[in-house]
């Protein structure tokens, strides 16, 4: 499995941000995804999960602000990100539940 994370960059607080996850030897469309973020000198935090039946489930520091989607045609999955606040810069991956692998991750910082 390969994953390529995209669309990050600097954010204004209260702004917003949607970042990309290509993926290719694993199908978005038939797997629970994941979203993590890791700030420096902080450890890696889940940030919510989408399965297959549509439900997610989020963190209570991202919840109501982001939102995970995917694109089973494009085997792209997306972490919709509003309300940013400089709290949400970190680095931030995907992963799909099951699999070992990790992309290169997409770095946030959130600053005026």
């Known amino acids: 499995v390969q994953l390529v994370e995209s669309g990050g960059g600097l954010a204004q607080p209260g702004g917003s941000l949607r970042l990309s996850c290509a993926a290719s030897g694993s199908a978005v469309g038939a797997n629970v995804l994941v979203w993590y973020r890791q700030a420096p000198g902080k450890e890696r935090e889940w940030l919510g999960s989408?399965?297959?039946?549509?439900?997610?489930t989020y963190a209570d520091s991202v919840k109501d602000r982001f939102t995970i989607s995917r694109d089973a045609a494009k085997n792209t999955m997306y972490l919709q990100m509003n309300r940013l606040n400089p709290a949400d810069t970190s680095v931030y991956s995907c992963?799909?539940?099951?699999?070992?692998?990790w992309g290169q991750g997409t770095q946030v910082p959130v600053s005026s």
């Open positions: 992963k799909i539940a099951g699999t070992s692998s």
């Open positions: 989408s399965s297959l039946d549509g439900e997610s």
